[in-house]
């Protein structure tokens, strides 16, 4: 059973720029949300990808956007970064209708 | 929207001893709980899950967690730690909202074992 595989690991971008980052799912697996977690804070929810449609948003602007293939692997696109963005960026695959989520290791995003 | 508060920021414990993690969500009429564990530059690891039924669930590493529904709280506990355990720990609740499934988080507590 393959898990939940991101990358990159690290990035360091520059005020303004977009940023891509990738999440390959656990096999078997059709949901997939993204998280951001800022330095001491808890994961907070951006949004979830199912049947390759945004299915559920956070409280994030639409300078996040993503995207889900059909092999149910997913992309978080950010445009525009600010400082406030830096931060570790979690995927998590899940079943549609289960509520148990499996997270991967993460992006450390860095915005300088 | 659902909201989980967990109330010790940072948890030091001498190693062997017990402990007890604090977690308290915001009443629903379903509650789905989790108990989530993160090493130092890694992701989150399932700990433990309240879905239904006993309200004392077991989890991996010798952790439990009582499920108390009048007192709307998910403390995580075990019962004698080891160095390893240092890491920080996330209580969350599934918070459902058009047709999806998401997770909050509370801010996670540090847990320190002391040699």
């Known amino acids: 059973e393959t898990g939940v595989t991101q990358s990159p690991t690290h990035l360091i971008k520059t005020r303004g720029q977009q940023v891509t980052l990738r999440c390959s799912s656990q096999s078997g697996h059709n949901t997939v949300s993204w998280y951001q977690q800022a330095l001491g804070q808890g994961p907070q929810f951006i949004f979830q990808?199912?049947?390759?449609?945004?299915?559920g948003r956070g409280n994030f602007p639409p300078r996040f956007s993503g995207l889900q293939f059909p092999n149910y692997s997913s992309e978080l696109n950010v445009n525009a970064l600010e400082l406030d963005d830096s931060a570790l960026y979690l995927c998590a695959s899940s079943l549609h209708d289960g509520f148990e989520a499996f997270f991967g290791q993460g992006t450390r995003l860095t915005v300088v | 929207a659902q909201s989980v508060t967990q109330l010790d920021s940072q948890v030091p414990v001498f190693e062997e001893a017990p402990v007890e993690l604090r977690c308290n969500y915001s009443s629903s009429v379903s509650v789905y709980l989790f108990w989530y564990v993160q090493y130092p530059n890694q992701g989150l690891q399932l700990l433990l899950k309240y879905l239904s039924g006993s309200t004392l669930v077991k989890g991996i590493n010798g952790f439990e967690a009582e499920f108390n529904k009048s007192q709307t709280s998910f403390h995580l506990r075990k019962p004698s730690v080891h160095i390893s355990d240092t890491a920080e720990y996330f209580c969350?609740?599934?918070?459902?909202?058009?047709?999806?499934?998401?997770?909050?988080f509370g801010k996670g507590t540090k847990l320190s074992v002391i040699p």
């Open positions: 969350a609740v599934v918070d459902s909202g058009a047709g999806s499934y998401q997770l909050t």
């Open positions: 990808y199912y049947r390759e449609e945004e299915n």
